[in-house]
């Protein structure tokens, strides 16, 4: 079990701390495409300083994101023996289709954006940043494929001995529906992560005066792309959340602390949560609140409990406990949608303040919004933690087993390992923390191209 936790909670570790860079580099790849689009159209120097500016922050973003990113594949290998072979003739086709096509297109067509300036024509060079988004987007589409496949098992068969996945179907691989919504999710995920990086740093100058022309400009981009990235996730999340109750349904019944089937079910806002004898001891709910988010009715929608799906669950799977950890899984997903609703308050305030032209003049507005630049990082690694962990205790849902999918390692090597990664994650992070704020420090000057430090 000391293995089994330490092989978890490295990949954990690794994988939340990979996650603070990937939502960035979807969302601000496109913004700074667009903002180049716009540059290219009305051939405004003000654009291209907006495209340098953001688009250097992008670099730096990437480059650690890539760096981290790598690590991730190895973990299968390493900590995960069982599961890459059961998995591997499925899982591997979709990581090297991301690594040979998506993250060679990004990175080919970033480097010709590098070295392009005035050297390709400005609609060239326009495709190539367009080129760098699309890449990036679907170099993250892959990647949910594979993890979509541990989600709900598609387009496969067992082996005829039964020691392992076979794909029969790559189509319905591609087709399956938690990919689908998951894609939609964080990619708008990512323009909400976007959207506040760029308003967190403009408002953190327009305190400062610095250059507020350029940095007005840029805080208008963030909040008009925060509001639609908004309202799209939070409607592809209530969709993703209905297709879950009936693919998932022992994920969403932890993530709502229900114990007992309900006909209304009842939605918790916060909730005492004993799992150790199986119980909510208080809770405050919104009577037929859940029934309305699966059926939008108060009056009627069943949504089966915990025990009653574990119950189900032994009599399919065989003996043993298939119940996640439910108080980390219903507090994550509280922690995601709480934060979710603080940044579309924010966002609102936001178009508000800058349709008025307040913008400058809110200056406790614009001290709140620098911090919560941080606010869609932590939202997303706690809906990675919520659907990752209401998985448990399966590696692929139905199929294969955490036990089953562990490497048979040393527990020193897995302490050793940990204790490694901890220390080079750390270093890394000191590192990024250090070069973003050195770039982000800078200041475009009001004329030319050159930039000074703030």
């Not at 670099?59 to 981290?68: D, E, K």
């Not at 067509?109 to 679907?138: M, P, Q």
């Not at 079910?265 to 009577?287: H, M, Q, R, S, Y």
């Amino acid at each position: 079990m000391e293995g089994i936790f330490l092989a978890r909670l490295q990949f954990a570790v690794t994988s939340v701390y990979h996650f603070f860079f990937v939502p960035l580099t979807l969302g601000l790849g496109i913004l700074v495409a667009i903002m180049e689009t716009r540059y290219v159209q009305t051939d405004d120097e003000k654009y291209k300083k907006m495209t340098l500016f953001w688009g250097k922050l992008f670099l730096i973003n990437f480059a650690m994101g890539v760096v981290t990113g790598i690590v991730q594949e190895f973990h299968f290998g390493m900590n995960w023996a069982g599961y890459s072979a059961f998995v591997g003739d499925i899982f591997g086709a979709p990581l090297a289709i991301e690594a040979l096509l998506a993250f060679f297109l990004e990175s080919t067509f970033l480097g010709i954006w590098i070295f392009g300036w005035n050297r390709l024509s400005k609609k060239l060079h326009l495709a190539t940043i367009w080129l760098v988004a699309f890449a990036s987007n679907l170099s993250a589409f892959w990647i949910l494929v594979a993890n979509s496949f541990m989600q709900n098992p598609v387009g496969y068969e067992m082996a005829a001995d039964g020691s392992r996945a076979l794909m029969n179907n790559f189509p319905a691989l591609l087709a399956n529906p938690h990919a689908l919504f998951q894609f939609g999710h964080v990619i708008t995920a990512g323009l909400v992560t976007a959207a506040f990086f760029i308003m967190g740093i403009s408002a953190y100058h327009l305190v400062k005066k610095n250059n507020p022309d350029f940095f007005k400009k840029s805080f208008k981009y963030g909040a008009v792309a925060g509001i639609i990235a908004g309202v799209l996730v939070t409607l592809i999340g209530h969709l993703q959340g209905q297709y879950l109750t009936k693919a998932q349904p022992m994920k969403m019944a932890a993530a709502e602390a229900i114990w007992e089937t309900q006909d209304p079910a009842a939605i918790a806002i916060v909730a005492g949560i004993d799992e150790k004898n199986k119980t909510n001891t208080w809770e405050l709910a919104v009577p037929g609140g859940l029934s309305f988010m699966n059926f939008y009715s108060f009056t009627s929608g069943e949504v089966p409990g915990i025990n009653q799906l574990q119950a189900e669950m032994e009599a399919k799977y065989g003996p043993g406990n298939y119940i996640p950890p439910v108080a980390l899984t219903f507090w994550s997903f509280r922690i995601m949608f709480g934060l979710a609703l603080v940044m579309a308050l924010l966002g609102l305030l936001a178009i508000i303040f800058y349709a008025k032209g307040t913008l400058e003049k809110q200056t406790w507005f614009l001290k709140i919004m620098f911090p919560a630049l941080f606010l869609p990082y932590i939202s997303s690694s706690f809906g990675w933690i919520m659907a990752e962990v209401g998985r448990q205790p399966w590696v692929v849902y139905g199929l294969q087993l955490l036990k089953d999918g562990v490497s048979k390692l040393p527990l020193s090597f897995l302490v050793i390992s940990f204790t490694g990664f901890v220390i080079i994650y750390t270093a890394l992070a000191i590192v990024d923390v250090y070069l973003l704020v050195k770039a982000a420090g800078k200041v475009p000057s009001e004329s030319g191209a050159a930039v000074q430090e703030a």
